[in-house]
């Protein structure tokens, strides 16, 4: 018998018994390019056209500015949000056995189902100053439609899918022994859950808040409704590069974009770096 | 610290998993629960661990009623089969942790919870693995770190369920002998779970033997082979085979023969003869024995172990030949237990 000399260096292609290897990378590289990769280096071209004064000056527009801490910054607080309640809403699911738990853990999804446009018009009805909870509000010198806080409660409800679905799976794989454990060893039900349970979701709860933020930031149909989008204050980005469109103002709009691109890039990546550094040291 | 489980009963949703358990432990005792899955030992573990409440019955550390008292406060250290350690913790930190989260005054200070976590990887023989995660670590080395853990909080009692059913044979073994070390060294009472009796009858002091929710013997190893008490004992000790038989005026007959064995104190009627496989003395001619036709013979590390069928009621035994005794070829075998015991028929 003989055997093949070991091979030195870096192959990236290991020998396996699970066929197809070439045939599903090559259609995943196909496949992303035509979906992701041509479009998105479609809008770097056009950006790109514009010469970089020009670009300069629609990116340090006050309004592009404004329109960009708007999104960013509301995407942020209701990732932020979601991460709370959408991590007790996996744990009253995961943890607990009550009649009608099927339904609320099939409610969950039904933002991922919806079309936004008919959520920002319900929540709009019911946020409005004449809306059932808007009414209650108003006494309390809360606006909610037609301001940033609006936007933060349609995203919100975009984005709480992404937080428990994400975090729902890793809770259900806890091993109820570690508490116990840690149990034993005199930990407080308090302490189990900051320093036991916490930290093992911590990774999950990570992704659910990148997920639900990157949505945010992208996130138009259920938002134009409830914002108002009053130019430097409830004008969103995304919006922002529609009503460049409608004028024509193609330059403008992927100049926009490309920003956008570029900042959500650049946070993911942090997230995914946050990821794999967490991901090796706990196995 | 004595330990004493008190007329013990435990229902799982209205499933009885004890039945009226009582044991005492003595203090610096290292004490085995052994038997088949579902015979309720470690259910009866984590009750002493107070990780399960008693439907009724006490339980108690010393003089005091431990019942009353939370897990958090039993100040128990309890291993776990699959380890459980905290993943996302080191080494040291895992070991620490017991330490790290007491309040106040008993809270040691930082240096000393590290000074002792590095006594305690000492101690289980893992110096220089504290920075380590658990995920870095083979599982008898996680089990060490789980008995290091447990041990930081100077329990009164240390609890281990089944420790050694995840590790490989050679493991087992080892630990298993360094367990014993640990024991001696340290003096915990421990009580430990485990279904191989191998391990129970080589590592405790005493055994406890339970089946389906009842504890049928406390003993020492030697009580529990030599004098089990009970048909299930008997059978789930070691090596045994038994045959139906009935006592006739003092004297055992297998169907319409004696076999040659007297058994003058017990009482007239159906019994089961119970005798080990390789405790039987070989006979040539047959008045007074039990013969039977080689139905099945196998070959078993150093013996031969030989099915007979005994009489025309299809009965099998076994029992063990020397590997080159010629009555392995035979047809038919005649035999006399050497050590038996007779339980009655119920």
């Known amino acids: ?283 | 610290m004595e330990v004493r489980v008190a007329n013990v009963r435990k229902e799982f949703d209205r499933f009885p998993a004890l039945h009226d358990v009582s044991l005492d432990i003595k203090s610096g005792e290292l004490i085995a629960l052994l038997g088949p899955s579902g015979s309720g030992k470690t259910t009866l573990l984590r009750l002493i661990a107070g990780l399960e409440r008693p439907t009724r019955g006490k339980i108690f550390f010393g003089d005091e009623d431990a019942s009353q008292r939370s897990i958090q406060e039993r100040n128990v250290g309890f291993v776990f089969q699959h380890y459980a350690l905290f993943r996302h913790m080191t080494v040291a930190d895992n070991i620490g942790f017991g330490l790290k989260v007491r309040h106040g005054p008993s809270r040691p200070p930082a240096q000393e919870i590290r000074r002792r976590a590095s006594e305690l990887l000492d101690l289980v023989q893992l110096s220089g693995l504290e920075k380590r995660y658990p995920a870095q670590l083979s599982g008898g080395q996680r089990q060490r770190v789980a008995l290091a853990r447990a041990m930081a909080i100077e329990p009164k009692v240390l609890l281990l369920d089944e420790p050694f059913g995840a590790l490989d044979a050679q493991v087992r073994r080892e630990l298993r002998r360094w367990l014993r070390e640990i024991h001696d060294a340290t003096g915990h009472t421990t009580v430990f779970v485990t279904h191989d009796q191998e391990e129970a009858l080589e590592l405790a002091d005493r055994v406890v033997v339970m089946s389906q929710g009842r504890i049928e013997q406390v003993g020492t190893a030697d009580d529990i082979y030599d004098t089990p008490n009970s048909p299930f004992v008997y059978g789930f000790i070691g090596e045994s085979s038994s045959l139906p038989v009935k006592v006739e005026n003092g004297e055992i007959w297998l169907a319409d023969r004696p076999i040659g064995l007297a058994a003058p104190h017990e009482p007239s009627g159906d019994a089961t003869l119970f005798f080990r496989p390789h405790d039987v003395e070989l006979l040539d001619g047959c008045s007074g024995c039990i013969a039977g036709t080689v139905a099945a013979s196998r070959r078993v590390a150093g013996t031969r172990r030989v099915e007979l069928e005994i009489g025309g009621e299809r009965q099998r035994v076994e029992i063990e030949l020397p590997v080159d005794h010629p009555a392995a070829q035979k047809s038919r075998v005649a035999f006399r237990p050497g050590r038996w015991k007779l339980f009655p028929t119920a």
């Open chain 1, 1 to 283: 018998m003989t055997t093949a000399p070991a091979q030195a260096g870096w192959r990236f292609r290991q020998p396996s018994v699970i066929p197809g290897f070439g045939l599903t990378l090559g259609f995943s590289l196909a496949y992303l390019t035509l979906i992701i990769l041509i479009p998105l280096s479609g809008l770097l071209w056009r950006s790109a056209a514009l010469g970089w004064p020009e670009f300069w000056a629609i990116a340090t527009d006050r309004r592009t500015i404004k329109a960009l801490e708007i999104s960013f910054g509301t995407a942020f607080i209701a990732a932020a949000v979601n991460v709370v309640f959408g991590t007790l809403v996996a744990w009253v699911l995961v943890r607990y056995r009550f009649p009608g738990r099927r339904i609320v853990d099939a409610m969950v999804d039904l933002p991922f189902a919806l079309p936004t446009a008919v959520a920002g018009i319900a929540l709009t009805t019911l946020y409005a100053p004449n809306g059932w909870i808007g009414k209650l509000l108003m006494p309390l010198g809360i606006k909610v439609a037609y301001t940033p806080l609006g936007i933060v409660i349609a995203l919100v409800f975009i984005g709480l899918p992404f937080v428990v679905r994400t975090v729902q799976p890793i809770m259900e794989e806890i091993d109820k022994e570690v508490e116990e454990a840690a149990a034993t060893l005199g930990a407080s039900r308090f302490q189990i859950i900051t320093r036991i349970l916490f930290p093992g979701l911590a990774p999950a709860i990570v992704t659910g808040f990148s997920l639900a933020f990157a949505r945010g930031v992208g996130e138009y149909g259920s938002v134009i409704f409830i914002a108002g989008n009053l130019p430097y204050k409830s004008e969103i980005a995304p919006l922002l590069i529609v009503i460049r469109l409608e004028e024509y103002n193609y330059p403008a709009a992927t100049a926009i974009a490309a920003i956008m691109l570029a900042l959500s890039f650049v946070m993911l990546l942090v997230v995914n770096l946050a990821q794999t550094w967490s991901r090796k040291r706990y196995g």
